[in-house]
């Protein structure tokens, strides 16, 4: 690195002031630039709220009256009307809605017949004149009349007073609402429940509006509102001189637009389209927007920056549209009394830095504080303090020169005790290596080095590390053979003669350039010296090497190394040789924990083909999903970092996450029908089925003696045997189990349970001492009498007292635990409503997790994996408290414990190697995890990360069946975002 050549010490501080005052400025710029950003989209935010209030707010201030105005009309008498007299007789009250509702167009009223009643406003003279209205017309009545047997159009004019004008029969006028949308709108949705249409254009004023309807009897009563106030709305804000304004829509109607006319008609009643009618600014934003409607606030048009939002106004009305307000300022506008501060800002600091000059001359005297700087530096590394920063370089010389002396000498030191340090706390393998190489060729001043180890069977000296130039240079790393013949190689040479070996290479030699070709070409030299010692653990055993390389010049005798070099060297080696045998020992002992750690998990999966490779595949998924929170650089989890430590306790916890279903029975987790235990029980009630089949046949044959008699028998007896096979195909039905047993079925469970057989066999005998001890005494005496499907006392095995959970348990579980160990009563487990698993048994299946907590907690693991238990013993809780064991909360679980709980619900959904289920398709399953995410049983975000990350997919395409990976595309599968208020 080329230095500058010292200056005066005027210029120097001169130009440091200088170049400080100018820093200073320019952070300060920069801070007040961004802070004036946030302050400009905040304000703008707000403003674009604020409307979007007034708006919603004007919005519902034409529409409230008009609904009771209809409501109203629909209550009374035009309403009931039947007739168009009766209708006439409740023109006054239409009269009124219209005086009292500036927003009305017109209200009206249409029957099931197809009759039409409507009274509109006359305003202008363009509407009379549209209408043919006399000039004095201040209301307009259309009507036709479908109650006769000929349809009668006409028209009517009225002054403000109500008194008629002027009759005109329409002939022409063939009105029937019954082809409207408010008509059949306000007809689904039932009498006095009032309706409200999409926003259109209103064919005989032009003005956008909406039709309020409301549905009573065989009348429909509407009334059309206009919208016309939302432009006089938006014409008040004044944002900016240029802002643009408009409401429309979601669908890209144009409602209104605010200082600015629509540059395209609409077509027929529709309101024009945005991409049409409005501005090119607004024309531009509007096609801009997301899938949810929204835009990033800063955009730039036609070479114009502007501060843009896209905000949904707000309604406490369902009926209708929803409509959009699009705002846009430019940003120069917004911004104009920042920007000129800063050019104040600016005057004002170049001000400071001239008023400064003089002041630098002043500084001079103070050469003696750099020297005072070194002072403390001297007296810190006597105190072997090397914490602090390096002595700065100075632009005087002969203070510089003494910075640099300092340096060195500090580093010189420090790289001694960092050696000895390093050995002891390192903890990655390859880094400790790399490490002990690089120290121990700067200590020697060597261009290079090597460290190789012993292979297991000692035929091998394997590279570990290699370094070339201060640099690590892997590639230079050759594999040498102990038991080759005639070796030149040090490390191998050092290796037979158990001691140091220092040999000399040439270029020219052709055995040496063999060997070291590469090395030779690396250094860019002809020469080279070999300083190779024998690397040896606690028992003296050999493990390796470490090899020195130093460039000597091409001609000329070579520099000897010297004693207190090698000697260094030599006693350096044994301390690294320590410190690499411990590390061999742990990753040794790592590896035995891992092995047996995986065959525990092999075990539990090969226990029940029920589980498939789950214990296998949970922790890919978690070492997935994990490495996604790491590499994410935006969201709730950008700044997420696992040390070595964590990774090592996911590791163990999603290996040993279900290692408690050791404890549960096989013969639960396998259970495959309601009655199934050790053995099937269903076969014992088949038998009793058959045994009453035959009772029943045996009975009639008694009755009937003789062959014919016996044939009358059976048809006799054939219903009563149907009757048993469709009792007993019913109970085997029950047996496997489904989504639902309903209560109907259940009560059929119950009457065909109570049918009564005599047992004639002791059923004391052939007993364990266990099931004899549960049995009822004393025993009834023979024949005695038995349902056909009972629950008996002797078949409710009780909890072991030990195994009770109390309320404050040291674990802190939670998990409701059911009075019982087991009931294997054939009602009670025939009666399960869903699936095959009675309450105690589902217990026991969930109880593998307190297993796995208890389990857990009892082994001594080290201070950095002691979360293991907390992670591996988290997935079945849920990030809203519902879970189990232990009811914990988001906030009370570990990201690596959500992680599990992700992981292990994904897997357990996607596996295909369950022989009670087939593989869900992906799509499937990521609906379902989302609704999980969405009800608070997993993480949104992390699910959100698991999905955009790319991890599901990685996962999918390698563990699910090609057929199952139905989804490109994660996007339309992310969780609902959680709902804010206004």
């Known amino acids: 690195m080329t230095f500058l050549k010292p200056r005066t010490l005027y210029v120097t501080l001169s130009v440091l002031m ?80 219209l005086r009292s509702n500036a927003a009305l167009s017109a209200v009206y009223v249409g029957t099931a017949r197809g009759s039409f009643f409507l009274l509109r406003r006359l305003d202008d ?36 007073g109500l008194r008629e004008l002027q009759w005109l029969d329409r002939p022409d006028y063939e009105f029937d609402p019954r ?93 024009p389209q945005v991409s049409q009618a409005a501005s090119p600014l607004m024309q531009a934003l509007w096609v ?11 955009q730039e048009v036609m070479g114009r920056e502007w501060v843009a939002h896209a905000l949904p106004l707000a309604s406490d009305r369902e009926a209708g549209t929803a409509l959009t307000l699009l705002m846009a300022a430019p940003r120069d506008e917004l911004q104009a009394f920042q920007i000129e501060s800063r050019r104040h800002g600016f005057y004002i600091s170049l001000g400071l830095m001239l008023l400064l000059l003089p002041i630098v001359h002043q500084l001079a005297d103070r050469v003696s504080r750099p020297l005072r700087q070194l002072a403390r530096q001297a007296e810190a590394i006597r105190h072997f303090e090397f914490d ?39 903890r990655d393998f390859d880094t400790l290596l790399d490490r002990i190489l690089r120290e121990t060729i700067a200590v020697a001043g060597a261009n290079g080095g090597a460290v190789h180890l012993l292979s297991g069977d000692g035929g091998q000296l394997q590279p570990a590390a290699t370094r070339l130039q201060d640099a690590s240079a892997p590639s230079f790393g050759v594999t040498w053979d102990v038991k080759a013949v005639d070796a030149v190689a040090a490390p191998v040479l050092a290796l037979r003669a158990d001691a140091p070996v220092d040999i000399e290479l040439n270029w020219d030699n052709p055995s040496h350039l063999k060997a070291y070709g590469q090395l030779f070409a690396g250094l860019s030299v002809a020469r080279l010296r070999l300083l190779a010692l024998p690397l040896k653990n606690r028992q003296d055993e050999t493990i390796g090497t470490l090899t020195m390389s130093f460039a000597l010049p091409d001609q000329g005798p070579a520099e000897p190394l010297g004693g207190a070099r090698v000697a260094f ?53 978690a070492r997935l999903l994990a490495q996604a929170a790491c590499d994410a650089t935006e969201g709730p989890y950008a700044g997420f970092t696992m040390s070595a430590d964590e990774w090592e306790a996911l590791h163990i916890a999603a290996w040993l996450h279900d290692c408690g279903k050791v404890t549960t029975p096989e013969y639960v987790v396998d259970k495959a029908t309601k009655l199934e235990t050790l053995y099937n029980r269903i076969h014992e009630i088949r038998t009793r089925f058959e045994v009453l089949k035959r009772d029943v046949l045996i009975e009639r044959q008694a009755q009937h003696l003789g062959a014919e008699a016996s044939a009358q028998a059976r048809a006799d007896a054939a219903p009563a045997l149907a009757a048993l096979d469709a009792d007993y195909a019913f109970v085997a039905a029950c047996n496997q189990g489904g989504e639902f ?68 348990n040291r674990w802190g579980f939670r998990m409701a635990q059911p009075e019982h160990l087991y009931n294997r009563g054939e009602l009670h487990n025939l009666s399960v409503s869903r699936g095959t698993l009675t309450e105690e048994e589902r217990y026991k299946i969930n109880e593998h997790i307190v297993q796995t907590l208890k389990m857990l907690a009892e082994l001594p693991f080290p201070r950095h994996l002691r979360g293991v238990p907390e992670i591996a013993g988290g997935h079945h809780e849920r990030v809203d408290g519902q879970g189990y064991p232990r009811g914990l909360t988001r906030e009370q679980m570990s990201p690596q414990a959500r992680m599990m709980a992700i992981a292990d619900v994904f897997e357990a959904l996607t596996a295909d190697d369950r022989p009670y289920k087939a593989g869900k398709r992906l799509s499937d399953v990521l609906v379902l995890m989302r609704r999980m995410a969405d009800e608070g049983h997993l993480d949104a975000e992390l699910f959100e990360l698991f999905l955009r990350s790319g991890a599901c997919l990685d996962y999918a395409r390698r563990f699910m069946s090609t057929e199952l990976v139905d989804v490109a595309d994660v996007g339309a599968y992310l969780p609902t975002p959680p709902a804010t208020g206004r």
């Not at 709220?49 to 708006?55: L, S, Y």
């Not at 801009?288 to 800063?298: I, K």
Request: with cysteine.
């Open 569 to 621: 060297v030599r006693a350096l080696s044994g301390t690294a040789a320590l410190a690499i045998d411990n590390h061999l020992l742990l990753n040794a002992r790592k590896a035995l924990l891992d092995s047996f750690i995986q065959l525990v998990a092999g075990a539990i999966d090969a226990k029940s083909p029920y589980t498939g490779g789950h214990c296998q595949r949970v922790p890919e998924l």
């Open 18 to 97: 200088i170049g400080l005052v100018t820093l200073v400025y320019g952070a300060l710029l920069l801070h007040e630039r961004s802070r004036s950003d946030r302050l400009m989209l905040q304000q703008a935010g707000a403003a674009a709220k604020r409307i979007g209030r007034e708006a919603a707010a004007a919005v519902e201030a034409e529409l409230r009256p008009a609904r009771v105005s209809v409501a109203l009309l629909a209550a009374g008498a035009l309403g009931r009307a039947s007739n168009e007299a009766e209708r006439l007789k409740a023109l006054p009250q239409l009269a009124a809605a």
């Open 288 to 298: 801009r927007r997301d899938a949810d409607g929204r835009l990033t606030p800063v």
């Open 125 to 160: 003279a363009s509407t009379r004149s549209r209408m043919g209205a006399p000039a004095d017309a201040a209301y307009g009545l259309q009507s036709v009349d479908r109650d006769g047997a000929v349809p009668r159009g006409s028209y009517r004019f009225f002054d403000a």
């Open 388 to 426: 602090g920063p390096d002595p700065r370089r100075s632009l005087i010389r002969e203070v510089d020169r003494l910075a640099q002396a300092m340096a060195a000498m500090k580093h010189s030191l420090r790289r001694f005790l960092d050696i000895s340090g390093a050995l002891s706390a390192e």
């Open 179 to 271: 082809t409207r949308p408010w008509f059949e709108l306000a007809r689904q949705a039932g009498d006095g429940r009032a309706v409200q249409s999409e926003p259109y254009v209103f064919f005989t004023t032009g003005e956008p509006g909406v039709t309020l309807a409301e549905a009573r009897g065989g009348a429909i009563v509407g009334a059309d509102v206009s919208l016309q106030a939302l432009g006089e709305m938006l014409t008040r804000p004044q944002i900016s001189p240029s802002a643009e304004l408009l409401i429309a829509t979601t669908g890209g109607g144009l409602l209104v637009q605010a200082r600015h006319a629509p540059t395209a008609p609409s077509a027929g009643r529709a309101l």
């Open 741 to 808: 047993l309903s209560p109907e079925d259940q009560a059929r469970l119950r009457e065909i349970g109570a049918r009564p057989w005599q047992r004639t066999l002791d059923d004391s005998l052939g007993l364990s001492v266990e099931e004899a001890r549960r049995l009822p005494r004393p025993r009834p005496l023979l024949p005695a009498p038995e349902r056909l499907l009972a629950d008996k006392p002797e078949h409710v095995q009780p909890r072991p007292p030990g195994e009770k959970l109390d309320d404050g």
